[in-house]
């Protein structure tokens, strides 16, 4: 399945294998435990409406957060919510984090990536993330 290489992006090889796609979608760390967190028949079907839709258009797909996660997208789907970083200069969807919205704040993935965006430590997430990326792809 995928496989995590410290402080790097991990590509999904299903999302991206695809030539047709507008956008890659890259995995975050976190945004990969998130993924693989999820149970079997979820992952799978997000999987494809990731490639369906937001990989082909993010933009009218998604919308955008507010602060502290301004600059931000959210793409909805069911009960879940992809949280993801747009460039399209690189035509990449950086993927933080997938979650429920939930009332439980510790759970909601709002809070959870609000958290880490007040600390700073959400940019450095994806700095780093990219950073891997670009060197994989030299």
Not at 43 to 64: D, G, H, Q, V, Y
Not at 82 to 101: N, P, R
Request: charged share 30%.
């Amino acid at each position: 399945m995928l496989r995590s290489a410290p402080g790097s992006c991990i590509p999904s090889r299903r999302l991206s294998g695809n030539r047709s796609l507008a956008y890659r979608i890259q995995f975050t760390r976190d945004g990969l435990k998130d993924a693989k967190a999820l149970p079997r028949n979820v992952k799978n079907s997000l999987a494809r409406e990731l490639k369906a839709i937001l990989a082909r258009n993010p933009t009218s797909s998604s919308e955008a957060l507010r602060e502290p996660l301004a600059g931000w997208r959210t793409f909805h789907w069911g009960k879940y919510r992809v949280v993801f970083k747009l460039y399209d200069d690189l035509q990449i969807i950086a993927v933080a984090g997938i979650g429920k919205h939930s009332s439980h704040a510790l759970q909601d993935i709002y809070k959870r990536l609000e958290e880490l965006a007040k600390t700073g430590r959400l940019a450095e997430k994806i700095v780093a993330a990219l950073r891997g990326f670009s060197e994989s792809e030299k």
